[in-house]
């Protein structure tokens, strides 16, 4: 069954960012772990990724997405909808679509170009809770950096209404680890 998934990367203290958005602390992140733990990452985000029929995201997401590539679209050949308010410009051979106000119709149309693959909600942490509290939202895949920021913008922005239940966990020789949960409804 195809799922909706929020697959995102945290600080062990619970960020997807910095108070300003940034990222240099996950994507300038450079650490090892001890010996017993030998499984690599490569090759993680592309499986993740080919299982991937749609993505939404929130317009600050987006925004970042475009000044961190310069303009070269990273998902191409995937429709993706970008929530807001705002006219927003769209780079060249991107299939995206801008939407806003409540998430459950823009599921509908995620879901039916999705087909039989996996919705991915990119974050951040206010449209992750939208889903979720919309019933939405069917796992979580958390990759946990060994990096304490202290501050930052939380992977939810909400108290999640459902249980978790795990349904695996993975470590990393470079000392991240991946968290699974299916949302119980
Ligand atoms: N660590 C990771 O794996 C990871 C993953 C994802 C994102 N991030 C980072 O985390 C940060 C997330 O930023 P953020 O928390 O501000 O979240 P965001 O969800 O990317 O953007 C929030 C903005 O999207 C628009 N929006 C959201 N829902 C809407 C709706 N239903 N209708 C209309 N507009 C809507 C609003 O802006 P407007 O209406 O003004 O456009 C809102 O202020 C970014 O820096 C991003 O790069 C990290």
């Known amino acids: 069954m195809p799922r909706t998934q929020y697959y ?3 600080s062990l203290d619970g960020y997807i960012a910095e108070i300003d958005g940034g990222l240099d602390w996950l994507l300038r992140y450079d650490g090892e772990a001890g010996s017993d733990v030998s499984q690599a990452t490569e ?7 080919a299982q991937v029929g749609a993505i939404v995201m929130g317009s600050a997401t987006y ?6 590539e310069q303009d070269r679209w990273p998902y191409v050949g ?5 929530l807001t308010s705002r006219e927003l410009p769209v780079p060249d051979g991107a299939d995206v679509r801008f ?6 119709p823009v599921h509908e149309q995620l879901r039916a170009a999705a087909g039989e693959r996996n919705v991915w909600i990119v974050g951040g942490g206010g449209l992750a809770s939208d889903f ?7 796992e979580l895949l958390l990759t946990v950096v060994p990096v304490v ?4 913008l939380p992977a939810f922005a909400r108290r999640l209404g459902q249980r978790l239940r795990l349904t695996g966990t993975r470590a990393f020789s470079n000392g991240m680890t991946e968290l699974r949960y299916d949302v119980v409804r």
């Open 99 to 104: 939407a806003s106000g409540p998430v459950a």
């Open 78 to 82: 995937t429709p993706c909808w970008v």
């Open 63 to 68: 925004e970042f997405v475009l000044a961190e």
């Open 149 to 152: 920021l202290g501050d930052g």
């Open 132 to 138: 979720a509290d919309a019933g939405l939202l069917d």
């Open 8 to 10: 995102v990367a945290q």
């Open 43 to 49: 090759g993680e985000y592309d499986r993740f990724f």
